[in-house]
Nanobody
Framework: QVQLVESGGGLVQAGGSLRLSCAAS????????MRWYRQPPGKQREWIAT???????NYANSVKGRFAISRDNAKNTVYLQMNTLKPEDTAVYYC??????????????WGQGTQVTVSS
């Protein structure tokens, strides 16, 4: 079994910053891509950032230039640094990882979600 635990959400004023973390634990052989998604209130979940095992990154246009995804492979952790936050960034943020387990099974795992609220 593999578990993803997120932390770092909260309430922040517009223009402020937050850093989200997502740590994976359990029967992990390797981790390929790591991603962040978010689900604004009343809307569908949307992808916002990806970092590959090689460290390449990609961002949704809505967060490009403001958010930065990074990873610490030794800690099986992915981060999302969020700067210049806007009220429209308010959402539940989810991490997702493509994991090969010690049983050599490849599948996606998701975090439980963390609430980010940006006040105007």
């Amino acid at each position: 079994q593999v578990q993803l635990v997120e932390s770092g959400g909260g309430l922040v004023q517009a223009g402020g910053s937050l850093r989200l973390s997502c740590a994976a634990s359990g029967s992990i052989f390797s981790i390929d891509a790591m991603r962040w998604y978010r689900q604004p209130p009343g809307k569908q979940r949307e992808w916002i950032a990806t970092i590959t095992s090689a460290g390449s990154t990609n961002y949704a246009n809505s967060v490009k230039g403001r958010f930065a995804i990074s990873r610490d492979n030794a800690k099986n952790t992915v981060y999302l640094q969020m700067n210049t936050l806007k009220p429209e960034d308010t959402a539940v943020y989810y991490c997702q990882m493509v994991v090969t387990t010690t049983a050599r099974v490849l599948r996606d795992y998701w975090g439980q979600g963390t609430q980010v609220t940006v006040s105007s």
